[in-house]
């Protein structure tokens, strides 16, 4: 099993960028399905983007604003996140599941789950 630790969040003004980055444990990453999930003050946890292979898919609010990519080589999956708006304000968490078969977009399709990092967009 995966552990996995993002980084990258901070503070951005509404309209900028940030990456963030989940860098995962063992030596099976490339096995694993890979997914960002969001959670904003109040409000449940929804699914942001996974990817399988090289290709993503994305929650529609995401669409065409984020990326995300992988690199099976440094175990590490990544958001990019452009034009950022207010309502993109949550704590993101990686997650991973074992095996490629599917697109998984629903929480409970992940097995392992990062800590979590703070990303606040401002107006």
């Known amino acids: 099993q995966v552990q996995l630790v993002e980084s990258g969040g901070g503070l951005v003004q509404a309209g900028g960028s940030l990456r963030l980055s989940c860098a995962a444990s063992?030596?099976?990453?490339?096995?694993?399905?890979m997914g960002w999930f969001r959670q904003a003050p109040g409000k449940e946890r929804e699914f942001v983007a996974t990817?399988?292979?090289?290709?993503?898919t994305y929650a529609d609010s995401v669409k065409c604003r984020f990326t995300i990519s992988r690199d099976n080589g440094k175990n590490t999956v990544y958001l990019q996140m452009n034009s950022l708006k207010v309502e993109d304000t949550a704590v993101y968490y990686c997650?991973?599941?074992?095996?490629?078969?599917?697109?998984?977009?629903?929480?409970?399709?992940?097995?392992?789950w990062g800590q979590g990092t703070q990303v606040t967009v401002s107006s």
């Open positions: 997650a991973a599941r074992y095996g490629l078969g599917t697109i998984a977009s629903r929480e409970y399709e992940y097995d392992t």
């Open positions: 990817i399988r292979w090289s290709e993503g």
């Open positions: 063992g030596r099976t990453f490339s096995h694993y399905a």
